[in-house]
């Protein structure tokens, strides 16, 4: 299985959300990080990560007799790079856009059903705001997000922090030939 079809499932992106910040989880963990998904699909997921190269084995130890692995992301795996996107059909990026969908979908109906969840005290934000810009000021509000957003994925985890979700998603919603058709200015 190539990385896009290991990352294009809405539980194994799951899986990979709960394993960034460097942490080392064991499948049993990852179960309780997932509780709306079964115990034997997590591990099914779990194996076919580890197969393809997407988690290693960061650990093994013995519990109970049997040999309890914690797995770690490997972050240069679980991702695609411009190259394969340049390569992909338009369909591959549906499927690989619903994939994230659905995995954003039941990450937020988690939260939801965890007891205390509290959006506007957990300043949960879900806009969409539709904005007009050039080619450079694209690339320049990309870099601006990167920049404040880098830093902070080496954050690991401790009692002070919250895991939070953040899913920019930025695309055309219409062409810039359109746009001049409907308001000559």
Not at 71 to 79: C, I, M, P, S
Not at 116 to 121: K, L, Q, R
Not at 122 to 127: A, E, H, N, P, S
Not at 159 to 179: D, G, H, V, W
Request: proline residues 5%; hydrophobic residues 45%.
């Amino acid at each position: 299985m190539d990385t896009l079809e290991l990352l294009a499932h809405p539980v194994r992106l799951r899986v990979v959300h709960a394993l960034r910040g460097g942490r080392a989880l064991t499948t049993g963990q990852l179960c309780a990080l997932i509780p709306d998904v079964s115990k034997a699909t997590v591990y099914r997921h779990v194996d076919l990560l580890a197969a393809g190269g997407i988690l290693d084995i960061a650990d093994e130890r013995r519990v109970r007799g049997a040999v309890e692995r914690l797995y770690r992301l490997r972050q240069e795996r679980a991702g695609i790079d411009t190259e394969t996107a340049r390569a992909l059909t338009p369909q591959h990026h549906e499927r690989a856009f619903a994939a994230a969908m659905a995995a954003l979908i039941a990450e937020f109906g988690a939260y939801l059903e965890r007891e205390g969840s509290d959006p506007v005290d957990d300043l949960v934000g879900y806009r969409q705001h539709a904005i007009w810009l050039s080619k450079d000021e694209l690339v320049a509000l990309i870099g601006a997000m990167q920049v404040a957003v880098a830093p902070l994925l080496a954050n690991e985890p401790s009692r002070e922090r919250t895991r939070y979700l953040l899913s920019p998603i930025l695309f055309p919603a219409e062409q810039a030939e359109q746009a001049e058709q409907q308001d000559p200015r």
